[in-house]
């Protein structure tokens, strides 16, 4: 069965300071990647998607993150990190022939911003 | 444009008690689903519906019925709420152009003792 692996559940970073965010996928294709963030007491929030193309993706916010499938990985990443990321970052992944929306989710990481 | 909504923000249940969850969004989308957030677990499928009239099992649906009369809400009930089911209820919407973009409301803490 699919399954996504975030390895990390509580990261600490410095502002300013560079960020990876680890999610590690299991799938016999291609898979459709997402990350979605929830900031404290809200609902999830789309940051960026994977389906084909170029590995490197940009979302929203500053974040990319890039497709390696040698490594089944698809890492969150932003060179500088502001008080504001803060909040719980989940890598999801769309079961093996669904076209209904459904996701598998990651069991989360917690990102914690130090002033 | 409210987006998606759900009402109670939180609930405290007796276990055999029961209850309804709603959800409503105002953006037309056909896709809805009702999540589960549980510490360590990330979010699980519960129910999950492509149209007004249809709903569809998710990943962990016992002990949940749903119901979606109209496009635009999309309800959870707990026919005998059981510990178990204390969690965080997480509903998200999606339109069919971009299945994978969801929107989902802020959440019903329920706590059922």
């Known amino acids: 069965a699919q399954s996504v692996t975030q390895p990390d559940i509580h990261i600490t970073v410095s502002e300013g300071a560079s960020l990876e965010l680890r999610c590690n996928y299991s799938?016999?294709?291609?898979?459709?990647l997402f990350w979605y963030v929830q900031s404290p007491g809200q609902g999830l929030q789309l940051l960026l998607k994977?389906?084909?193309?170029?590995?490197l993706v940009q979302g929203i916010k500053g974040f990319e993150a890039e497709f390696k499938r040698s490594q089944s990985s698809f890492n969150l990443r932003k060179p500088s990190v502001h008080w504001s990321d803060a909040a719980e970052y989940f890598c999801?992944?769309?079961?093996?022939?669904?076209?209904?929306?459904?996701?598998?989710f990651g069991q989360g990481t917690t990102l914690q911003v130090k002033p | 444009n409210a987006g998606v909504t759900q009402t109670p923000k939180f609930r405290v249940l007796k276990t055999g008690q029961s209850m309804t969850l709603l959800c409503a969004q105002d953006?037309?989308?056909?896709?809805m689903y009702w999540y589960r957030q549980d510490p360590g677990m990330g979010l699980r499928l519960i129910h999950y519906?492509?149209?007004?009239?249809?709903?569809a099992k998710g990943e962990v649906p016992d002990g949940y019925n749903v119901s979606r009369l109209k496009k635009q809400n999309f309800l959870l009930g707990l026919e005998s709420a059981a510990p178990s089911q204390t969690s965080v209820y997480f509903c998200?919407?999606?339109?069919?152009?971009?299945?994978?973009?969801?929107?989902f409301g802020p959440g019903t803490r329920l706590t059922v003792t």
């Open positions: 998200a919407s999606s339109n069919q152009r971009d299945l994978y973009e969801q929107y």
């Open positions: 799938y016999g294709a291609t898979p459709y």
């Open positions: 994977y389906f084909s193309g170029d590995t």
């Open positions: 999801a992944v769309v079961p093996f022939s669904s076209n209904t929306g459904k996701l598998i």
């Open positions: 953006m037309n989308h056909e896709y």
């Open positions: 519906s492509v149209g007004e009239g249809t709903t």
